[in-house]
Nanobody, 125 residues
Framework: VQLQAYGGGLVQAGGSLRLSCAASGRTFSPFHMGWFRQAPGQEREFVARIAWLTGIAYYADSVRGRFIVSRDTGKNTVWLQMNNLKPEDTAVYYC???????????????????WGQGTQVTVSS
């Protein structure tokens, strides 16, 4: 499966962006989809994830209440609506899909099998 993330850009603090991630390739039926981000010199960190069938969403504490993850199973697409952006949200954002066979936390990159190429989000103060 190929994942393509897009929608990043430059925005002022307090602004909003909507990231999209479209999947293509073989029949797409993941267990969950996740969003991660990575700032320069830092490890890739969990942002949000959504269970593909149920739509139940989970968020990192740092974004809860500001970001919303959603999906359309018919379009094989997941979105990340980011509101009230802060300079500390600046990072490359990645989407990823996982088939659910990982025994550890679903908030770790290891729980995901396929990754998109990343899209840059820059929040100016």
């Amino acid at each position: 499966v190929q994942l393509q993330a897009y929608g990043g850009g430059l925005v002022q603090a307090g602004g909003s962006l909507r990231l999209s991630c479209a999947a293509s390739g073989r029949t797409f039926s993941p267990f969950h989809m996740g969003w991660f981000r990575q700032a320069p010199g830092q490890e890739r960190e969990f942002v949000a994830r959504i269970a593909w069938l149920t739509g139940i969403a989970y968020y990192a504490d740092s974004v809860r209440g500001r970001f919303i993850v959603s999906r359309d199973t018919g379009k094989n697409t997941v979105w990340l609506q980011m509101n009230n952006l802060k300079p500390e949200d600046t990072a490359v954002y990645y989407c990823a899909s996982g088939d659910g066979d990982y025994s550890g936390s679903y908030s770790t990159p290891r729980a995901y099998d396929d990754w998109g190429q990343g899209t840059q989000v820059t929040v100016s103060s």
